[in-house]
């Protein structure tokens, strides 16, 4: 249980509040690189500040304020110049630092008018990795992009799922700290829903939890456990499950070579979550630019005035953990709550949270921001590759949102059936 203000400390994003100065330490993904294939602006909102990402004719990436510091038209109708973007309403130009660099009326009066020098729009760093472009909101100086295995990994294809929930990032954080669930939201409701929806002959069995444990590592927290049946022998133990602070999710899984879910506080009460996995290239697949990773959204379900969602966005992980999430409400009121033994792995994931606020209250560095460009080659997140509880036994329904929705996926095995 929390206090109505420490719930307040934990889930507030935005600039000024603890966390929002702790969240200001890390790169987040903004927009898959395809999306700004056909379009040269984007609408961006991340860390509750509203953004414009554009791209410029020469391919230059920029994120700056979405109006015009003239009289404030919205620059998603800007106008990309060879070298940055320009408002349509006068012509001022802005480029990727949010300098103003024309503005023809003044200069047309005045050759040498200097005014432009005077006006420049907040602007923050971009870079591309893995077909997604993120953005730094925090301070300088400006850390690496972390080079985690499943963003630079080489000589694999790619492709990345996305769905705006809507819920604070913390409920979808804390579901990664949870294994419990597994075995009833997506084992014995996952039954449940395959019998209304009329596909009785899956496994409705739930592969139990006899132990579970978490570990603080170099990168955040490993959660292990163990399925009856099993043991402490199984990948599911010895090697565990990698929770990357602050907010990711590493998967191995079947088919593929690994995964990231990504979960981005877009504001108090809104979370960008994206799903990031790659494939071990096969005959015949070509290298992928940055544009070329296939893009896909995952439908988040509208909940009707019943308080209901249709039964078949429910028939795979990721439906029944977005549900799980947002009937919690925008921000779950977690003075109400009772953790019990199955929570310890949220108790230990809200304390990282708490020390990372304090260091960096403290003026340092939290957990995984890295500066060090030797030590940022390729980080290798050892992973579990055979989740026994969905192994074991007659067939199960298959995966997440990455599975059912994936155009590689889909390529590859053809629809899932569930
Ligand atoms: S409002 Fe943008 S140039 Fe005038
Ligand atoms: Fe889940």
């Not at 990711?248 to 994206?274: C, E, K, N, Y």
């Not at 909940?303 to 078949?312: A, K, L, N, T």
Request: aromatic share 10%; net charge negative.
């Amino acid at each position: 249980m929390l206090t109505i203000e420490q719930n307040e400390r934990f889930t507030q994003v935005g600039a000024g509040t603890p966390m929002g100065e702790l969240f200001r330490r890390y790169w987040y993904p903004i927009a898959a690189a395809s999306q700004l294939k056909d379009l040269s602006t984007k609408k961006v909102r991340l860390l509750g500040e509203d953004l414009i990402l554009y791209k410029d004719r020469s391919g230059t990436l920029g994120l700056i304020e979405p109006h015009c510091a003239h009289r404030r038209m919205n620059l998603i109708y800007g106008i990309p110049e060879e070298h940055g973007l320009r408002c349509p309403y006068h012509g001022w130009l802005y480029d990727e630092t949010g300098q103003c660099t024309e503005q023809p009326y003044e200069e047309t009066e005045d050759p040498d008018a200097r005014f432009k020098d005077k006006i420049k729009m907040k602007a923050y760093p971009v870079e591309q990795q893995a077909g997604l472009i993120f953005a730094y909101l925090g301070p300088a100086p400006v850390p690496l992009l972390p080079a985690w295995d499943v963003m630079v990994e080489k000589d694999v294809i790619r492709d990345i799922g996305y769905a705006l929930l809507t819920c604070n990032y913390l409920q979808v954080m804390e579901n990664s700290l949870d294994p419990i669930h597994v075995e009833w939201l997506h084992q014995y409701w996952a039954g449940y829903v395959i019998e209304k929806l009329g596909r009785p002959d899956l496994n409705r069995e739930r592969a139990i939890h006899e132990k579970i444990q978490f570990d603080r590592t170099e990168f955040g927290i490993v959660k292990r456990r163990v399925i009856k049946g099993g043991s402490e022998e199984d990948d599911d133990w010895k090697i565990g499950h990698p929770i990357v602070f602050p907010n990711m999710l590493r998967q191995g899984s079947a088919g593929s070579g690994g995964a990231f879910q990504i979960r981005v506080p877009v504001d108090d009460v809104t979370t960008a979550h994206w799903w990031l996995r790659w494939y071990p290239k096969k005959d015949g697949d070509l290298d992928q630019s940055p544009e070329d990773v296939p893009f896909y959204k995952v439908p988040v379900p509208e909940i009707d005035e019943d308080g209901r969602v249709p039964w078949d966005v429910l028939d795979n992980n990721s439906g029944q953990d977005i549900v799980a999430w947002i009937t919690q409400g925008p921000i779950a009121d977690r003075e109400k709550e009772s953790l019990g033994r199955s929570d310890k792995g949220v108790i230990l994931y809200r304390q990282l949270l708490e020390e990372g606020m304090e260091t960096v209250a403290d003026g340092g560095d939290p957990l995984n921001v890295f500066r060090d460009p030797a030590e940022n080659l390729y980080i290798h997140l050892p992973t579990e590759n055979n989740v026994r509880a969905f192994a074991k036994g007659p067939k199960r329904q298959r995966g997440g949102a990455s599975t059912k929705y994936s155009p590689i996926m889909i390529a590859r095995e053809g629809v899932v059936k569930y």
